[in-house]
């Protein structure tokens, strides 16, 4: 079983910028398919954007050209570069890592969660 440790997070204004750390005790990241989800109150949970086996990224609309998914295998560690941060972004981040696949799928945090191979989330709120 993974242990996700998630940091970073906070609130900023509208604009801002915030970078999320994923770091993995357990399964080596750059193995499977992982990424970042989040979950904003009243609504559900979103693929923010994920990374596969093979390095490829890829990112929800709404945040393609503001967020950057990148990894650090040395340190077996996933971050989340967020600009230009909206009020719409205000909710609660995780990563999660689906270690059944090195490719990433529709459902991937779902199986991620169904395992516990997620971190405990970190809030980010965007005031305007």
């Known amino acids: 079983l993974s242990s996700l440790s998630q940091s970073g997070g906070g609130s900023v204004q509208s604009g801002g910028s915030l970078r999320l750390t994923c770091a993995s005790s357990g399964a080596i990241l750059r193995e499977y398919c992982m990424g970042w989800f989040r979950h904003a109150p009243g609504s559900d949970r979103e693929t923010v954007g994920t990374v596969d086996s093979n390095g490829l990224v890829k990112y929800a609309d709404s945040v393609k050209g503001r967020f950057t998914i990148s990894q650090d295998s040395a340190k077996n560690t996933l971050y989340l570069q967020m600009s230009d941060l909206r009020p719409e972004d205000t909710a609660t981040y995780y990563c999660?890592?689906?270690?059944?696949?090195?490719?990433?799928?529709?459902?991937?945090?779902?199986?991620?969660?169904?395992?516990?191979?997620w971190g405990q989330g970190t809030q980010v709120t965007v005031s305007a």
């Open positions: 999660a890592v689906d270690t059944t696949t090195d490719t990433c799928f529709s459902r991937w945090y779902h199986r991620a969660i169904s395992r516990g191979t």
